[in-house]
């Protein structure tokens, strides 16, 4: 597709339960990056990737959250043991280069809500 | 650390009425500054930007002026339409090697016909 996609676009789970976040994103583009947004609240980044290596993680909230990249393609944003603290909105975005002035395209989101 | 603080909304204007969203900025260095928009059941995107003082960025008639002096970089539109409703982001990426961005609360503008 022409845009940068991601699924589910919502999800519902149980307090404990894992949960894997997943974003598609445009084709040919290096810098991936996940966000979180809960409500009422800006968005808070939580890792960048530079290809399938992550050279910041200092965004990610606690052990149990995770994120892998596959090549220059998908990420996966594994959130473990979820508590309702996790829910939010998490935003996926990518870039054609990771420095500063490069456009970042957001995909539409995935609503997480943990019961 | 990096923050942006922009004026909570939700913001109410009528049509053609003038719009100013305040966003102001903590950062060391030289960060590049953004605004972002997101309309109902759309993903975030880039309405407009500006990378150094004084610098202005411009989009779909709305301006904002980078004031390193005052730290600011407030949204303006001289005319706006019930299209623009949405929600308004401001945000900053650090001047380090790559472009982590931070991101203000958002503030909802409604415009009514």
């Known amino acids: 597709g022409a845009g940068v996609s991601q699924s589910p676009s919502n999800k519902v789970t149980e307090k404990g339960k894992d949960v894997e976040l997943r974003c598609d994103p445009i084709s040919g583009h290096t810098a991936l990056y996940w966000y979180r947004q809960r409500l009422g609240q800006g968005l808070e980044f939580l890792i960048y990737f530079q290809g399938n290596s992550a050279p910041d993680k200092s965004g990610l909230p606690s052990d149990r959250f995770s994120a892998e990249r596959t090549g220059e393609s998908v990420s996966t944003l594994t959130i473990q043991r979820t508590q309702q603290e996790d829910s939010a909105v998490y935003l996926c975005a990518s870039s054609g280069r990771g420095r500063v002035g490069y456009e970042q395209y957001f995909g539409p989101g995935t609503r997480l809500t943990v019961t | ?113």
């Open chain 2, 1 to 113: 650390g990096d923050s942006v603080t922009q004026m909570e909304g939700p913001v109410t204007l009528s049509e053609e009425a003038f719009l100013t969203i305040n966003c102001t900025y903590t950062a060391t260095g030289y960060p590049s500054l953004f605004w972002y928009v997101q309309y109902p059941g759309e993903g975030l995107q880039l309405l407009l930007k500006a990378t150094k003082a004084d610098d202005k960025g411009s989009n779909k008639g709305f301006e904002a002026t980078y004031r390193k002096e005052t730290t600011s970089f407030h949204l303006e539109k001289g005319s706006v339409q019930v299209s623009d409703s949405a929600v308004y982001f401001c945000a900053l990426s650090s001047s380090g090697g790559y472009q982590k961005v931070t991101f203000g609360i958002g503030t909802k503008l409604q415009v009514i016909p």
